[in-house]
């Protein structure tokens, strides 16, 4: 019997692969009321997948139908919606259970639910998503604003809109996603910027009807995306990440150098909008508009910082009101919390809180030690970046089934990666991650853990999908 926690786009895939395999004492427990995770959380004005439509799909799953070269939020979650029902999941999923414990029992997990529902499984599958808490900015005075105020990701759609004083804090990919939305809509928006961020030119243009009707021939899809060459793509973009003189790094350092000096005619605005570290060491923001969506009459850049929120607004530094009728917090979110504030207890009564102590780590973002049987998808120290995370998660999943294949076949009760290995991992993850520009290249973000250290996979793509290929044996301990 295997409980998937989360019916996102990792626990869908995880419920589909689990049919392939012939496993069908399956659930898939899901604490919101429709599946689609980060897809049914977010439904911010200009929502978009910022990677190519054709290539954020499941590869078992191509969708002929996207109308976009990058795919809105909401054909996003139709598409999980779909997908959902053409593999016949609706019978394994149960929504509206928040999971609140784990515990690894007599060689079985035992769960616990907020509604009191209690379950047992054999293996658990957590998918439970990496930006799912969002993080509130410590700006005092958010409670004495007399205007609409929410985060990014908790959008209130019956607030309007036109023609209203907009004020977008934040100005992550989320954030330049709203103000290109915004602008012209809105009567005024500011954006205020804390650090500037640098902008990678794209493209989003229309699919014909006569392009989609051709897609549905498999050939003349992978033929017109050419997923192979597009993969030959993510391993140069990794290999930038790791190496500022290759050709990838170059090129797209290029790019976001010749977009600012092109796309921003006012010198002194140019100015505020050049950011102070090195291109790739942020998440690159891909956007075919946010620079004419900023130099809007009606749209205004805010490089002073913030004071606090008052009644009427925003109160900058330099003593200035803005008076605002929405305040939208594009404020990112915790990256470190996984599967909690669930509490998840493992053989022997190791925790999970014990082993995160210092940061969330995972033997090749899987498995832990002393947590035998429980497999994560998008798990900790994963490869993230501007590459699709489906493909991260069909690939972990090759690494499961193995995994579970030796399960079923009886070789093995329990299986988890040995001490040893997660931390001979860790450790060489973490010198590799210091040598990367999320660590050189002079800034912070949401890629750095608690130490200030890289908490993404900092090698090569071609090297994730070579180690998902084929599990080292040695460094998992199989109990029977
Ligand atoms: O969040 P972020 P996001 N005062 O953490 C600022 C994915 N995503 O929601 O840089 C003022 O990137 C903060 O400023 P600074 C993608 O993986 C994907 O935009 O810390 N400002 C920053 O500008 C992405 O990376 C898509 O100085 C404050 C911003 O808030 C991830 O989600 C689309 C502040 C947070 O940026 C998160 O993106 C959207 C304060 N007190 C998102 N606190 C795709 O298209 C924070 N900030 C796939």
Known sequence: RVAVLGAGMAGLLAGIKLQEMGIRDVTIYEKADRVGGTWRENTYPGLTCDVPSHHYTYSFERNPDWTRHLPPGPEIQAYFERVC????????????????????????????????????????????????RPRLPNISGMDAFKGDLFHSARWDHTVPLEGRRIGVIGSGSTGVQIISALAGLAGL??????????????????????????????????????????????????QAIIDENSDGARYMADACLQNLEQ????????????????????????????YQAIQHPQARLVTEGIDRIEAAGIRTVDGELHALDLIVLATGFHADTFMRP???????????????????KAYLAITMPDFPNLFMLNGPNG????????????????????LLERLRAGDAMEICCSKD???????????????????????????????????????????FVERMATPNWADLELVC
Request: with cysteine.
């Open 263 to 290: 796309g921003v005619a006012d010198p002194e605005l140019r100015e505020r909008l050049r950011p102070d570290h090195r291109p790739l060491c942020k998440r690159l923001i891909f956007s075919p508009d946010y």
């Open 342 to 360: 669930m509490t998840m207890t493992g053989r022997n009564g190791v925790d999970l809180e014990t082993l995160w102590a210092d940061h969330p």
């Open 383 to 402: 490869p993230v970046g501007n590459f699709s995370l489906i493909d991260i998660a069909e690939h972990q999943w090759g690494y499961i089934s193995q």
């Open 421 to 463: 290995a997660l931390e001979t991992f860790e450790n060489e993850r973490s010198e590799a991650a210091k040598k990367t520009v999320w660590y050189t290249g002079g800034c912070h973000s949401w890629y750095l853990d608690a130490r200030g250290i890289p908490a993404s996979w900092p090698w090569t793509y071609s090297r």
């Open 189 to 238: 928006i500011e954006h205020y910027q804390r650090t500037a961020q640098w902008i990678m030119p794209t493209e989003n243009g229309y699919y014909s009807e006569a392009e989609r009707e051709a897609f549905r021939d498999p050939a003349v899809l992978a033929a017109a995306m050419d997923f192979e060459g597009y993969n030959a793509g993510v391993d140069a973009y990794t």
């Open 85 to 132: 029902v053409k593999y016949g999941l609706e019978a394994q999923l149960r929504f509206g259970e928040k999971a609140t414990h784990a515990e690894f029992l007599d060689g079985r997990w035992q769960l616990r639910f907020e509604s009191g529902h209690a379950d047992s499984a054999d293996v658990l599958i957590a998918a439970t998503g990496v930006l799912h």
